[in-house]
């Protein structure tokens, strides 16, 4: 069965970084989409950003354009979102997801991690 797993979540200050890892298994995902979403207390789930495996192909959201960038190890079966210049409005849980198609939409994704919280402080 496919195990999405997040790691690297946690408190930091505003303008520090994090990054998170998504440990993927359980079927090959070469022809897949890999994205991450965060949900703030009281608010949607909001698309962050996405990386297709087989081209490396990225797209990020406006708000954290210039200040995140996501990436992949094949070899690790890996994606990492790497955060700088965090601002208080990035806390939020971050979730890994994995799809044949990119959506903006939360529910339009198959695969879902559990979560790591990040909370910036100001």
């Known amino acids: 069965q496919v195990q999405l797993v997040e790691s690297g979540g946690g408190l930091v200050q505003a303008g520090g970084s994090l990054r998170l890892s998504c440990a993927a298994s359980g079927r090959t995902f070469s022809n897949y989409a890999m994205g991450w979403f965060r949900q703030a207390p009281g608010k949607e789930r909001e698309f962050v950003a996405v990386i297709r495996w087989s081209s490396g192909w990225t797209y990020l959201a406006d708000s954290v354009k210039g200040r995140f960038t996501i990436s992949r190890d094949n070899a690790k079966n890996t994606v990492y979102l790497q955060m700088n210049s965090l601002k208080p409005e990035d806390t939020a849980v971050y979730y890994c997801?994995?799809?044949?198609?990119?959506?903006?939409?939360?529910?339009?994704?198959?695969?879902w991690g559990q979560g790591t919280q990040v909370t910036v402080s100001s």
């Open positions: 997801a994995a799809d044949l198609a990119y959506s903006g939409n939360a529910q339009d994704w198959d695969y």
